[in-house]
Structures are given as C-alpha cells and as structure tokens.
C-alpha cells in the first residue's frame, strides 16, 4: 500500500472549542459510543446519567463486526475481543435432544476483519467504554440527572439536578440517548409507534454445574430457551419465556420458580443465580430522530425484538454517525445541513430493521402452523444443511452484522464505480502489509483510490490536504467490488460519500462544494 497522506489544515482560531459544546444524557453503550465518538474528534462535552454507575447486568450480549470495526477506528477493539467469546457454533435441542449444530466460526471469513459474532455481556462492554473514557480523561457524571431542557436560537439549554442542586447549561447540540423511556425524546413530543409482544420473557445470569462452550437454542412444547456462555467458564445467560401457569399463579416471579422449568426442560442443572429479570419486548421507532438541535439514538429512537441480537449495535451505529456529523459542523469542516441526514440514514435503517425482526421474532415465539414449522423443522433440521453453503453464510454474516447497511439514498451519498456505490461500506480488503481498512483510524474524511491515481487527482488531494491513499490493484480488489483505477471519497464512519470511476476532479470538487464540505 503506498500511503500518501498529506498533514491537516490547522482549524482556524474561531473554530476551537474550549467550552463545553454537546450534552450526552445517557451513558449506556449509545451514549459512551457518541462520547468516544466526539472524544476523538476533539469536541468538549458532558455525558451525564441518573444512575450511580454503569449497569450490572448483561442484557445485551454480542457484539457484531461492524460495531467492531468502529472500535478499531478508536484502537481499542482488541480489548473488547479479548473480553468476549467468538461463537464458533450453535447447537439446537428439540426435547433435549440434540437436533443441529450450526456452523458460525469464522462466518464472514474475507468480509470483515472480524468475522465472527462476539459474546460479550453489556455490563462487561459498557466497563470497557467507560475505561476508554476515562483514559481520554473524560469521565461520566453519573447521579445527575436531565431535568428539562429548551432551545433557543443556535443554543440549547438545559436543567440537570445531582445532589439535590439544580443547575442551568448552555450547549450547541443535546444527544438523548436514555433509553426507551426517553424524557429527551418526550420532551421533543415525538411518538414512539409500534406495539409489545404478548409473551413474558425471562433473562437470568446464572452459574452452571453443565458445562457450555458455545450457545445452545432449546425448543420443547410450549416454548424455548437460549442458554449463552458469558464471562467465565460456568456462567450463562439464560433467555426464554416465563410458562403462563406460573403468570396466572404469581404477581411477581422469582428465579427459583423458573428454575425447575430451566432445568426440566433445558437440561441445565443451575448452582446459583447472580441476577435475574422479567420482562415485555417491545418494537417501537420514533416518528423522528432529531428536532433543530437536539439528537435521540440507541434505544431512545428505537427497541428491537431480540432476533438477531441487532439493538445495542444499532444504537452504537447511531452514534458514531451522528458523531462525526456534529464533530464537522463545530470544526467548521461542513455545513450545518449535513445534520438533516442523520435521521434519513438511521431513521430509515431503523424501521426496515424492527421490521424485519419483528417478522422474524413473531416466528420463532408464536403460535401456529408457521411457527410449529419453523421451530420443529426449520431450525432442526433445515438450517443446518443451508447453513452449510458458503453463498448462505455469506448472506447471514452481512445481515447479521451490520456491515450490509447502506445510505445510498442518503444526500451525502453519489456516484457508484465497480459495484460499490456512495452510501455503501468501504469494503474490507486484506493486503500483504496490512489492510485498506488501517487509514480509517483517523477518523476523518479520506480519498482512496484502488490502482493508479492520475495526476490531477494526485494534485487535488495535495491542494485540498485530504489524505490521499493510492492501492496498488490486486484481483481481491475486483472480488469486493471495485473498480480498477477508481476514486472513492470516504466518509469518517467508513462509508463512501462519492464513488468515482474516473477520477474526474471537476466532478469531486462539486460534490464536495455542494456538500460544503471544507479542510
């Protein structure tokens, strides 16, 4: 790979932040997401919560390639690796019986540089957040909490409350990312459509006298039950649906009533119960994801089913959009209207999303002719022979991990050159000194070209100061979709703005203008 990168443009005077320009309420994986986001960039905030510190228990548990490589942007995904657990396999039960072992190891081998699906307990990720956070000497204020907040002019203003002090701030933008109970997102008046499954879930962290190395998926008659390894040898995630009888006997549920039904009909023999809840899914989205300066994201814009374990990594791609976008607009690097595409990227995403899982989630717990089929045959016996085949995983790992969005209808996205389009991910593409993926760590907008650049673009990127990368053309380019000796204009997130199949500088220099964007 020849790197080219030509050095920045000092920020002129006027465009340094010194005070405090966003407020992040909420510090749960959206909001610490959003925080490193700004973090990198430079931009002075506040990210606050009413809690007394991070969450305790594990309730979202994988983490997906593209989540991981965000973090790569932000050097610290191999930490977050060495945390979790690749799962390499899922094994279905049908009675106790075992029926299936599905194949997942290295899924999207030649896709991403992580293709695989982590196993990683949401208060083990947030932990980790938080120490990165902190490295960054940033530190969350928890025990404060959102009061109220308004907006005036090109300022919002806010009322926090910690130790029973009331205080006022001012800020550029406010980013609500609290949660499904949003007081952000309610005080902007904005519906949160969708409906709520009619079944009683359970989750539990339990340590177990039978062993688990990888997953299991149990169906038996009235139900179903995942058990997932999580931390340390022993310990499991335990998910599945509380028995109506046990509903119409008990106002409230306790572990040890679920526990003879685990062990029934799982097969798991539980030793001790570290943390356990019960609880309704809800699919619900916003009806918007931004009024004038103020943001939601994560689970405040939208809540999923658990199909596909899509939620927290959703809401962690909310943020690092929505990150970069802000961060430009205080830096002066572009203009305030690139802020109206955050809703169309992640707004848009996010009602395709909970309406896909919906589908797929109503399946797999409903009741029926469709849904016996799915569960006592599909899953079986079905799915492990597609699953076999290179095209089906190949399909599974792009859905499943996120790396298949696209803004191709986005108004920061033109242009297509190979089959990559604007709005598309930058393919990841393995070289022999290392990756095409290595420059995104910047963080920040970047020109690459696959095979030879022409001189005038050469000149432009010097002129311009955009860092200019140059890759030598290898018939693996051509596989992930290029185009030989074509110009892509990436974004900070890893996406492509403009793809470009002949270097026409005239062409850039007016996407760019349009978009006003400045270095």
Known sequence: MLNEGYSHRPLKEETMMKAVQVLIVGAGPSGLALALGLAKQGIPFRIIDKLSGPGEQSRAMAVHARTLEFYRQFSFADKVIEMGIPLNRVQVYKDQKLKANLQFEDIGKGLSPYPFVLSLGQDDHEQILVKQLEEKGVSVEWDTELISFYQERDRVYSVTIKDGVEKTNEYAYLCGCDGSHSPVRKGLGFEFPGGTYKQVFYVADVLSETP????????????F??????????????????????LEQNEEIEFSQITPYVEENIGLRVSKSNWFSTYKIHHRVSEHFRKERV???GDAGHVHSPAGAQGMNTGIGDAINLSWKIASVLQGKADASILDSYEIERGDFAKKLVTTTDKVFSRIVGEGFASNVIRDLMIPYIAPVITGFSLVRKRMFKAASQIQINYRDSMLSAGVAGSIHGGDRLPWVPLEDGDNFKPLESFDWQIHVYGKAKPALREFAKASAYPFYEFPWKEKMKVAGMGRDSMYLIRPDGYVALANAGQEVEKIKSFIDQLKINW
């Open 225 to 246: 039950g995942i058990a997932i390894p999580i931390r340390t040898t022993g310990s499991l995630r335990l998910v599945g649906i509380v028995p109506e009888t046990l």
């Open 212 to 223: 688990i190395d990888n997953p299991q998926m149990s169906f038996f008659e009235g139900g």
């Open 295 to 297: 943001f939601i994201a």
